[in-house]
Structures are given as structure tokens and as C-alpha cells.
């Protein structure tokens, strides 16, 4: 054997023998899935959001706008950059049954079905929500049923929009630090953060005075987001030796920096930080401070899936020891 079959053949089969990054999902077309997944998470949570804050008739505007503006992350953001990364974007049809039973055994194709059932629910409900909040159906007790139904029926497709990719991360056992029922939680839940400090920024275009509800929300979330955060770590600390490696290249290896700034301080301390000082003060943030807080929001919503997708490590198909 020559040096240079010997080395290709050692490339080739290296995987086998040690823990190896993917690279599938967050280098070259992957950094697709990194973006389709980051607008999946602030447009899922900015549009259950706004479902709960178009029950109060003082925020139908700023609901019916935050709706709208998540819809669009979805429709013109997160699908086509999903289906663009499978290749064949015009043949998203065939994810759909009775053309192909893909669903069943493909959480990327259930994907696919959930977003695009999401997106024809939550149109008709933001007609309807316009209707209402424009008040060309504020007496109509049909309009506002009608509303209300398919504000259930979107709402159940946008969470499943939400966590299906954390599903779909989480049954790859061959990558222990997303094999874990925690992620699709963690995914949830950081997109209602997120979508919570984005409908701050659309009250601020409106008018209508949500700030003070959704920074309340806001304080609670975070406190929420940071201790899952840290449990889910230390979880993946303890499942096994190669995620643990993905732990330690997190928080301390080439990573850390995504982690400890971006989503630490930017997106959990800074914003939380702001919030506390108006709370405190008794005074809101003012414009500029707010908009900083959302920008430091939205990095460390980035810097999440980034962080998330790049630390992922396969398990050696032939481990010296099971603890691997």
C-alpha cells in the first residue's frame, strides 16, 4: 500500500475508531439548516405569541403585525432554506401523503407537512385577526369563533413546527449530544423568548402598550431558558464520554465563545438585565434600549442553533469501550 492510498484509507475509516464533528449540518449547504431552523425558531415564537396577546382586545394590532411578521419568517425564511438544502425544493409535494410515506419514518418530511399545514391555518387566522383588530368584525361573535379555532388549530401546527427539527436531532443516536428528549424543549421554549422580545419591537411600531406585559413574560422565560440550558449540559455532561467532549468544546473548547457570548451574556444576561432595571425603576426601557435588547435577543438565538448544530459529535462506530 502507498503513502497516498494508506492516508486516504485512514481518512476514510477514521471515524470508525474516534469521535468525529459533523459536518453535515452546519458547513457548506448545511449552514442551511442553521438558518432554516434559527427563522423557524422566531417565527414559531413570535406567532405563538401573538395568539396569546390577540385574546386581549388592547393588543389586537400588535398581535395581528406580530402574527403577520412570523408567518413570513416561516413562509419566505425557514421553508424555502429547508427545502432548498434538500436539494429538490419543487418537489416538497412529495413529502405530502398519499404521494409518499416519507412522514412516517422522516421527522424532515413531517417537517415539511406540519409547516406547510401551519402556514394554511395561520393565514386564514390572521385574515380573520386583521378583521378584528381593524374592527370591521368587532361585533361579529362568527368572525371572532372562526378566530379563535383556527388560533387552536394554527397554534398546534406552529409548536410542531417548532420542535420537530429538535425530534429530529434528538433520534440521531449516533450523535449522543442531541440524543436527548430535552432539545425539542429547549428549542420550544428559547423560540417563545425569542418571539416575547421581538413582539416588544412591533409594539413599539404600533404603539400599543405590550412592553410591560411581554417584559414580565420576558423575566420569566429567561430564568426558565437558563436553568434548561444548564440541565440539559449537565445531562449530555454525564450521557456518555463523546457528549461530553461536545460539552466541553461548548463551554470551554473552540466554541466557547459562541456560547459564553452569545448566548449567555447577549441573550439571556443582557436582555434580562435591561428587564430587571425597568422593573426596579419602575420606568420602561426606553426605544433604544429596548431595540438593544431585542438585537442581543435575536444574536443569541443565532448563536443557540449555531452552538447546538457545530458541537455535534458521532459516536466511533467501534469504540475501545462502551461508555463512548
Same mark, same amino acid.
Given at each position: ?7 486516504? +484509507? ?30 423557524? $425558531? ?5 406567532? #405563538? ?8 382586545? !388592547? ?27 434538500? &436539494? ?15 412522514? =412516517?419514518?422522516? +421527522?424532515?418530511?413531517? &417537517? ?23 374592527? =370591521?368584525?368587532?361585533?361579529? /361573535?362568527?368572525?371572532? !369563533? ?31 449530544? +442531541? ?13 417563545? $423568548? !425569542? ?18 406585559? $411581554?417584559?414580565?413574560?420576558? =423575566? ?24 461530553? #467532549? ?6 470551554? &473548547?473552540?466554541?466557547? +465563545? ?7 451574556? #447577549? ?7 435591561? /428587564? ?41 462506530? #467501534?469504540?475501545?469501550?462502551? $461508555?463512548?
Amino acid at each position: 500500500m502507498n503513502i497516498r492510498t494508506a492516508r486516504q +484509507w485512514m481518512v476514510t475509516h477514521e471515524w470508525m475508531v474516534k469521535p468525529m464533528a459533523q459536518a453535515e449540518w452546519i458547513q457548506g449547504k448545511g449552514v442551511l439548516v442553521w438558518l432554516a431552523e434559527v427563522f423557524s $425558531a422566531l417565527g414559531t415564537g413570535l406567532y #405563538l405569541v401573538s395568539v396569546f396577546f390577540a385574546l386581549k382586545e !388592547d393588543f389586537a394590532i400588535t398581535a395581528f403585525w406580530a402574527g403577520i411578521f412570523g408567518w413570513i419568517m416561516i413562509a419566505v425564511f425557514k421553508l424555502p432554506l429547508h427545502l432548498a438544502y434538500l &436539494g429538490k425544493p419543487w418537489r416538497f409535494w412529495r413529502a405530502f401523503p398519499p404521494f409518499s410515506n416519507a412522514w =412516517r419514518t422522516s +421527522w424532515f418530511s413531517r &417537517g415539511v407537512v406540519f409547516t406547510m399545514i401551519y402556514l394554511g391555518f395561520a393565514a386564514v387566522q390572521l385574515i380573520l385577526q386583521g378583521l378584528v383588530a381593524y374592527g =370591521r368584525a368587532a361585533f361579529d /361573535s362568527g368572525v371572532m !369563533d372562526a378566530n379563535y379555532a383556527f388560533m387552536v388549530l394554527a397554534g398546534i401546527f406552529c409548536v410542531m413546527t417548532s420542535i420537530y427539527c429538535g425530534f429530529a436531532m434528538s433520534y440521531c443516536k449516533s450523535v449522543p449530544f +442531541w440524543n436527548t428528549g430535552l432539545l425539542p424543549i429547549v428549542f420550544l421554549l428559547m423560540g417563545i $423568548a !425569542d418571539g416575547l422580545a421581538l413582539i416588544m419591537g412591533v409594539g413599539l411600531v404600533t404603539g400599543e402598550d405590550v412592553i410591560a406585559t $411581554a417584559e414580565s413574560a420576558t =423575566r420569566i422565560m429567561l430564568i426558565i431558558n437558563a436553568l434548561l440550558i444548564v440541565a440539559y449540559l449537565v445531562n449530555a455532561n454525564y450521557q456518555s464520554i463523546t457528549a461530553e #467532549l461536545s460539552v466541553k468544546e461548548l463551554i470551554v &473548547g473552540h466554541l466557547a +465563545w459562541v456560547f459564553w457570548l452569545g448566548i449567555v451574556i #447577549l441573550g439571556i444576561i443582557v436582555p434580562f438585565a435591561i /428587564s430587571v432595571a425597568s422593573y426596579f425603576t419602575g420606568k420602561e426601557a426606553t426605544a433604544g434600549l429596548l431595540v438593544f435588547a431585542i438585537v442581543c435577543h435575536t444574536i443569541g438565538a443565532f448563536s443557540l442553533k449555531y452552538g447546538v448544530l457545530k458541537v455535534g459529535i458521532y459516536r466511533p462506530l #467501534l469504540p475501545r469501550t462502551q $461508555a463512548y
